[in-house]
């Protein structure tokens, strides 16, 4: 009888040391992404703050990257990382970014501290960049709406991100700009597909920026998001597809709006903007 009960508590004891053994857990580092894009894709900058992860095609959870995050199990997953991006110049409005092939990779559980997984992202084959703007060599925000041409946007080398970069300057005695792209896209997918306008800036001031649909004369732009003044360069992804539910413009352009604050005390108050592209699928 005491040989039985040694038995069975020897059994007890060995199953819960497995439990334990099989749920220490392995620690996933998730570093920043990366984005590899050409000339013809509008360059590499990008706004990927956050992970969709997938193990074996399980959801393990959505995570602002530079995360650290336990998987349970021994042996070898497949991890699938989807890029996500904050959308429309807001913190809450997260989005996995459609244009983007999925990271993937085999993780080996180990019960380790030091799995290491860097995203890195291209674009799909599908998609399509039909305007591109890196003012590399002149710049196509030569529509004048305001009629003023002491404000108009111009080029510079100052403060690069990449390269050239789109300059506006505002001053007390020249204190407001209207500007629109001449770029007259080809047509571009409505019905609520996926559009989306890319770019960088940094700005002194707030500014905003929308879409205007027609011939330069008769243009009545939409402005879709008012953008905070910002020392350092950001990324910014503002979603169209909403807007373009109704239908499929021929002549899409960019608009650009900009008020001088009389409240600061910069006498002449700049906007730059870098790497402007549209970007959808082929039809």
């Known amino acids: 009888m005491r040989s039985l009960l040694a038995t069975l508590l020897a059994i007890a004891w060995l199953s819960c040391g497995k439990s334990l053994e099989a749920d220490i857990p392995t620690y996933i580092q998730v570093t920043p992404a990366s984005l590899i894009a050409n000339t013809q894709q509008g360059g590499s900058t990008h706004g990927i703050t956050e992970a969709w992860i997938y193990a074996d095609s399980a959801f393990i959870g959505a995570h602002h990257a530079p995360a650290r995050l336990p ?9 699938e990382v989807f890029p996500g991006i904050r959308q429309n110049a807001l913190g809450s409005d997260l989005a996995i970014y459609p244009f983007l092939r999925r990271f993937t ?26 305007m591109i703007e890196q003012f590399e060599s002149g710049h196509r925000f030569t529509v004048d709406l305001d009629q003023d041409p002491a404000t108009t ?18 001053r007390q005695d020249a204190p407001s700009l209207e500007v629109a792209s001449d770029y007259l896209t080809p047509a571009i997918p409505g019905g609520g597909r996926p559009v989306y306008l890319e770019f960088d800036y940094r700005a002194d001031v707030e500014w905003q920026i929308g879409v205007a649909i027609g011939e330069a004369q008769s243009l009545n ?15 910014v992804y503002l979603n169209l597809s909403e807007i373009l539910r109704q239908g499929s413009p021929a002549g899409l352009r960019i608009a650009i709006r900009a008020l001088y604050d009389s409240s600061l005390t910069i006498p002449t108050q700049d906007i730059q903007l870098d790497n402007i592209k549209l970007v959808h699928f082929a039809p």
């Open 153 to 170: 946007m111009t080029r510079t080398n100052l403060n690069p991100l990449d390269g050239s970069s789109g300059l506006i300057s505002l």
């Open 105 to 130: 990779t085999p993780i080996t559980l180990d019960q380790s501290d030091h799995q290491i997984v860097s995203p890195s992202y291209v674009y799909l084959d599908n998609v399509t960049f039909p």
């Open 71 to 79: 998987l349970l199990g021994m042996g070898t997953v497949t991890l």
């Open 221 to 235: 732009p939409t402005y879709l998001l008012q953008l905070r003044a910002q020392s350092e360069w950001q990324k």
